[in-house]
């Protein structure tokens, strides 16, 4: 089970960290986050192999979203800095076990938590 939180409004440019708990051993999953707009698809944001491995990031993100996972603690956050209004979307995190070759696609992803909205003022 999975269960994220920290989302909220802010203004354009301000940052905001998502956390999501997993209430069982995530270490051998792929953890990923999406995000759906209102009116839109589904969207992969970010996803982590495994702990110190390769990370994946969206192109609309990367260089301002950062994933921090921590199988200790059974927790992936994502910071999110320099948000802009086209990031407004309710945040989903998700744990599968897809090939790298999948790993954006939110079909290989079978726990999925709750979404928490993320709303960016401009």
């Known amino acids: 089970q999975l269960r994220a939180s920290g989302g909220g409004l802010v203004q354009a440019g301000a940052s905001l960290r998502l956390s999501c708990a997993a209430s069982g051993r995530s270490s051998s999953y792929v953890m990923a986050w999406f995000r759906q707009a209102p009116g839109k698809e589904r969207e992969f944001v970010a996803a982590n192999k495994w702990s110190g491995s390769t990370t994946f990031y969206a192109d609309s993100v990367k260089g301002r979203f950062t994933i921090f996972r921590d199988n200790a603690e059974n927790t992936f956050d994502l910071q999110m800095n320099s948000l802009k209004p086209e990031d407004t979307a309710v945040y989903y995190c998700?744990?599968?076990?897809?090939?790298?070759?999948?790993?954006?696609?939110?079909?290989?992803?079978?726990?999925w938590g709750q979404g928490t909205l993320v709303t960016v003022s401009s």
């Open positions: 998700a744990a599968g076990r897809p090939i790298t070759s999948a790993i954006r696609s939110r079909e290989m992803y079978y726990y």
